[in-house]
């Protein structure tokens, strides 16, 4: 077990505009290569923080707290500050799926887009940012495609392995055209959705990683479920959850 706390962790974004666009980004590829991508993804940088969602677990995997950065306000800095000073303060070990390549490096680029400090970005030597240690930061996408020397799994294809049900009829390229047509609880009920999901999931690879045996799983399972049983995020998630497949029943 760690001896820190734990923060299960999940941004979603929207394209800054002001820095970037498709076609902008077409332009640059024509001049590396001569071609253009459709539909290309912005770069970190240019990846305007909406939301970030957070799981807060103790040392030993208990319940801590289930929110927004930011009291659910969608202020860039104000997300990115209140992000930053819980991190500084706390340290916990972030809990990830694809954090090290996305969730992280933009972070800490939007945080200096507004001159805010990201010292929790290079505590310890840069422990967050290390791709082969997980005593600081667990990416799961990292662990469970063997630092991509295998094809990465989604989040949905991993939870689904398991029981989970995976994105319940939203995916990330949604979030651009909800935001635009002013439906920020959606997007926010879609982060929390998946910060739960990613913290079932960092569980069962506790019980691979030989770290839970199964009796110990289930105990800190069936809390998890009971804590977050009145939450908004997860009426759906959970009424569509194998739960006998999940709990290895």
């Known amino acids: 077990m760690p001896d820190r706390t734990l923060l299960v962790l999940d941004i979603e974004t929207v394209p800054?505009?002001?820095?970037?666009?498709?076609?902008?980004?077409?332009?640059a590829q024509?001049?590396?290569d001569g071609r253009g991508r459709e539909d290309p993804f912005p770069p970190p940088w240019a990846h305007q923080v909406l939301v970030?969602?957070?799981?807060?677990?103790?040392?030993?995997?208990?319940?801590?707290?289930?929110?927004?950065v930011g009291q659910g306000t969608t202020d860039e800095e104000r997300i990115l500050r209140d992000m930053g000073k819980f991190l500084d303060e706390h340290h916990p070990v972030l809990v990830t799926y694809?954090?090290?390549?996305f969730d992280l490096p933009v972070l800490a680029l939007r945080?200096?887009?507004?001159?805010?400090?990201?010292?929790?970005?290079?505590?310890?030597?840069?422990?967050?940012?290390?791709?082969?240690?997980?005593?600081?930061?667990?990416d799961l996408c990292e662990e469970l495609s063997d630092h991509g020397s295998v094809r990465r799994p989604k989040l949905d294809d991993a939870v689904r392995l398991i029981g989970l049900p995976g994105k319940l009829g939203v995916d990330g390229s949604w979030v651009d055209s909800m935001a635009a047509r002013g439906d920020i609880?959606?997007?926010?009920?879609?982060?929390?959705?998946?910060?739960?999901?990613?913290?079932?999931?960092?569980?069962?690879?506790?019980?691979?990683?030989?770290?839970?045996?199964?009796?110990?799983?289930?105990?800190?399972?069936?809390?998890?479920?009971?804590?977050?049983?009145?939450?908004?995020?997860?009426?759906?998630?959970?009424?569509?959850?194998?739960?006998?497949?999940?709990?290895?029943?």
Request: net charge positive; charged share 30%; glycine share 6%.
């Open 98 to 101: 694809n954090g090290r390549r």
């Open 185 to 249: 609880a959606a997007v926010q009920k879609y982060c929390l959705t998946d910060v739960v999901q990613t913290a079932f999931l960092y569980l069962r690879y506790l019980v691979l990683r030989g770290d839970l045996d199964p009796a110990r799983f289930r105990d800190l399972a069936r809390a998890l479920r009971d804590a977050l049983a009145s939450a908004d995020a997860t009426t759906e998630l959970f009424a569509r959850t194998d739960w006998g497949r999940y709990m290895m029943e």
């Open 52 to 68: 970030a969602g957070v799981l807060w677990l103790g040392p030993d995997h208990s319940f801590r707290k289930l929110g927004l």
């Open 111 to 138: 945080s200096m887009r507004h001159g805010i400090p990201a010292a929790w970005y290079f505590h310890r030597g840069n422990a967050y940012r290390q791709r082969y240690r997980s005593d600081a930061h667990v």
């Open 16 to 27: 800054d505009r002001s820095l970037w666009s498709p076609e902008m980004e077409k332009q």
């Open 30 to 32: 024509r001049k590396d």
